[in-house]
């Protein structure tokens, strides 16, 4: 049955509550309701076409609708959909794991889950839980974790505890673990220390001071590799990241690096921690696993990390954790399809250089007096728009500048997300050249004409 654009916006309106979004400011508008998908493009209820230039929340590699993976996903499901992962194994979820592992040399066990903030989740408790396993009153002190300001780890009680965004996660203060915050090198704010190399250098001695001072304490540092995504796409400069692995392995706590957002060649290769070598203690990963297709996410630990809970069955060594969809055998089939046709489509070498086309594109933003900073690695691209570029003070909240240049990129055929005063442009993988010369044509447009509109209402 078609139901009209109207019905749905109805229904829509009075029964959904959207995630990260102010209710109040959504039913004013008329909503976006997407009814399919194709390659690029997304197509809303009334047959409207979009570019999708967010990947459908950073998930999407291969482009909607592909029919390798639909093909997949048929072909596990004739021969079933789920069985539990507690106390038995499945065909996919084995194949997965394998496969997985083959990737991160140092790894040497997969724990499934089904978002990336589950993922995280389970990596803090393993770090906790680790300590305890190896000598209990040795380690009992070790119960903190460092991570980044401005971090983002996902919305569970445990992974905003390691969060640092104070919009949001302020409220829940109360209801969290503690955290030590150290700085984040996020350049363009911090000129006032030199270089991007000075300000490694700053981060980095913070970060040691912290450790140097209170090791006993921390079962382990938390970082996601290369780039903050949440924060605004905030791109760490080269050799961060290696500091970082060298100051946990120096004063030994646990590393554990969040690949959900940057992990499936969204960085310009399989995995963001390759590009400096490092080798972490846990991994968390997520979204693209599936190509977009279905929630999956694992936590991969070393053989060290997993051998500390092995022990017998009145040691209480055990890990106590799951969920019910634990290695789901359609997502798992759907995600090792995923991978396959990575390696066969050569996708990362095409992400590689799409990524330094985009590079030359989005630099025509600076023209617009409004866009303070263009930040990009891979295909994950932020422009930070400012009141005062001298300055780089942003447009107060209320003015919904933000806001206001999505919904005019929406109507010539865009659909990108805000976070803050930044704008994210996170392309599907496979999008072509053309779509994306196409996207950022409609991003520049649609930025100047709210430079414009600005202008006019500051007269």
């Known amino acids: 049955m078609k ?3 109207e019905q749905l916006e109805q229904w829509d309106k009075q029964y959904v509550w959207h995630p990260f979004t102010q209710m109040k400011q959504y039913v004013k508008e008329r909503p976006l309701i997407i009814e399919r998908g194709q390659g690029s493009y997304l197509y809303d209820a009334d047959g409207h076409r979009y570019l999708d230039g967010y990947a459908s929340l950073w998930v999407n590699v291969h482009g909607h609708n ?18 539990t992962l507690l106390g038995s194994a499945n065909v996919p979820s084995i194949l997965l794991a394998k496969t997985l592992i083959s990737y991160w040399p140092g790894m040497a066990k997969v724990f499934y889950s089904d978002t990336g903030a589950a993922a995280v989740e389970i990596a803090l408790k393993i770090a906790y839980q680790y300590w305890k396993n190896i000598d209990p009153v040795k380690y009992a002190k070790k119960n903190k974790f460092v991570s980044l300001k401005e971090a983002y780890h996902g919305d569970t009680v445990g992974a905003v505890s390691v969060g640092g965004m104070a919009t949001f996660h302020r409220i829940f203060a109360p209801l969290l673990f503690e955290r030590i915050e150290v700085p984040s090198p996020y350049v363009y704010r911090m ?5 991007e190399q000075d300000v490694v250098r700053y981060c980095l001695n ?3 001071c912290v450790l140097a001072s209170q090791h006993e304490h921390i079962a382990a540092v938390i970082v996601e590799p290369l780039v903050q995504g949440a924060a605004g796409i905030i791109v760490h400069p080269r050799g961060f990241l290696k500091g970082v692995e060298a100051l946990c392995r120096q004063y030994g706590v646990l590393l554990i690096c969040d690949e959900v957002a940057v992990g499936f060649g969204r960085t310009g290769t399989m995995f963001a921690c390759e590009q400096e070598e490092v080798a972490p203690d846990l991994v968390c990963l997520g979204k693209g696993m599936t190509g977009g297709y279905l929630p999956l996410a694992a936590t991969l630990v070393t053989e060290e990390v997993y051998a500390a809970f092995l022990g017998e069955a009145d040691e209480d060594k055990t890990f106590y954790h799951g969920h019910t969809y634990t290695g789901n055998q359609l997502t798992c089939s759907v995600a090792l399809k995923n991978i396959e046709l990575i390696e066969q489509r050569g996708l990362i070498s095409s992400v590689q250089r799409k990524a330094r086309r985009l590079a030359e594109r989005l630099d025509a ?7 303070g900073d263009i930040r990009q690695k891979g295909l994950m691209c932020g422009i930070e728009i400012v009141k ?7 447009f107060p909240r209320a003015a919904m500048v933000e806001h206001r ?3 005019e990129a929406r109507q010539r055929g865009l659909i990108i997300r805000p976070l803050g005063p930044v704008l994210t442009f996170i392309p599907i993988l496979s999008m072509s050249e053309a779509e994306m010369d196409e996207a950022v044509r409609i991003l520049f447009d649609s930025i100047a004409c709210l430079y414009e ?3 006019v209402e500051c007269l």
Do not use: F, W
């Not at 933003?365 to 866009?371: F, G, H, K, T």
């Not at 005062?388 to 942003?394: G, L, M, Q």
């Open 206 to 208: 913070e970060l040691e």
């Open 405 to 407: 240049i999505i919904l």
């Open 388 to 394: 005062d570029r001298a300055t780089k003070a942003v």
């Open 191 to 195: 000129e006032e220390y030199g270089s």
């Open 453 to 455: 509109q600005v202008r």
């Open 3 to 5: 139901y009209s654009y």
């Open 365 to 371: 933003l600076y023209e617009i007096p409004i866009v």
């Open 66 to 83: 592909d029919p390798e993976l639909n093909a997949a996903l048929r072909e596990q499901l004739e021969n079933i959909a789920h069985s």
